[in-house]
């Protein structure tokens, strides 16, 4: 391949990502997308409305963590939920809070340690992420 249809190639795929990214952050209800080095992610779902967006962006992001408290008359969504992510050397890789019941995420592939705090008790998952899988972590408290 020469440079000329190397260039074009990346560029190429560059407008691809580039357009998918603005896909994802124009989609209208959905919070503004985050990034934290080779992280993007995005956290809410406060109202029907932002509620609903994410769950139709769900699919788009390889880790979705969702935070409730358990009560006798069911699950009530969470907010601001401290929200740390290792990886497998257990380097910190994101350090953040859910502004609301879910965070999206898009990560490399890996497996990953989850940690998530509420009223002072916290929780942790091991997860495994990769681009053509969707794993979906639920974080519960009791209330």
Known sequence: MNKTAMWRLTVGALATVCSLQFAWAAQPGLPPAQHAGAITYLSGGI?????????????NYPLVLEFVGTTHNGNEYLADIPVQIADMHGNN??????????????????????????????????VNVASATHAHEMFAWPM
């Open 47 to 59: 109202g029907s409305d932002q509620s609903a967006a994410i769950k139709d962006a769900m699919h």
């Open 93 to 126: 890789v994101l350090n953040a809070s859910a502004h609301g019941p879910f965070m999206l995420l898009s990560l490399p592939n890996g497996r990953y340690t989850i940690t998530a705090t509420h009223d002072g008790k916290t929780k942790q998952r091991t």
